[in-house]
């Protein structure tokens, strides 16, 4: 079983839904959750993180942690074109990172 | 704000043929990796180092090798390219292991024929 699993997608949404992108991890030791974004032909920047469990909220992004179920979650509301890109999730105790979905918000 | 840089952005090689990717960052940063991105697999670490003149191993390590011989810089090596090379190779940075954010350079376009 790998550490972190993400379905790759591609993932095609009209503007305005809201997008939920998820991850499981394995190792119940991991205590930091980030997600990153990455646009097309560019590195990764962090988007958010979370600190063990719970949900943080960044104006229209939620994370949330489900250490129980080693379940995270990436939450868009209201979402827009310019939100298009690939999104992945790094329990980032370990610098490995998930797949990554490719979203697509169609206008 | 440079940030991290990486040299050069695009290479076609032969198989066989040798090269050096350059990473550069300006943060002082402690912690330097290198990650190959293939369709599909996300993000594979290659290798990593925690501080000046040290490198360890990643996930993906063999046919590489990197060096870190002054803080700022982290360069990886590829000895004799092989098609399965082929990749986007990108370079991070962070001021700590685990719970820091990595910095990540614009990324490396590596083919080899």
């Known amino acids: 079983q790998k550490e972190v699993e993400q379905d790759p997608g591609p993932l095609s949404v009209p ?13 119940s030791a991991f205590q930091y959750f980030m997600w990153y974004r990455q646009y097309s032909r560019k590195g990764p ?4 993180y979370t600190y063990s469990s719970g949900n943080k909220e960044d104006g229209r992004f939620t994370a949330q942690v489900d250490k129980s179920s080693k379940y995270i979650s990436l939450f868009i509301r209201d979402s827009q074109p310019s939100d298009s890109a690939t999104y992945l999730c790094a329990p980032n105790n370990d610098m490995r990172f998930g797949a990554g979905t490719r979203l697509t918000v169609k206008p | 704000n440079a940030g991290v840089t990486q040299t050069p952005k695009f ?15 300006d943060m002082n940063h402690e912690y330097m990796y290198w990650y190959r991105q293939d369709p599909g697999m996300g993000l594979r670490l290659i290798h990593y180092s925690v ?3 040290t490198t360890a191993k990643g996930e993906v390590p063999d046919g590489y090798n990197v ?3 002054k803080k700022q810089n982290f360069l990886l090596g590829l000895e004799s390219a092989a098609p399965s090379q082929t990749s986007v190779y990108f370079c991070a940075s962070s001021y700590s292991m685990g719970t820091g954010e990595l910095f990540f350079g614009e990324g490396s376009r590596l083919t080899v024929l």
């Open chain 1, 45 to 48: 920047e962090l988007l958010m």
């Open chain 2, 51 to 53: 501080g000046e003149g």
């Open chain 1, 15 to 27: 503007e305005g839904a809201i997008v939920s992108l998820n991850c499981t991890y394995s190792n």
């Open chain 2, 67 to 69: 060096s870190r011989l």
């Open chain 2, 11 to 25: 290479r076609v090689l032969k198989t066989g043929q040798s090269m050096t990717l350059l990473c550069a960052q």
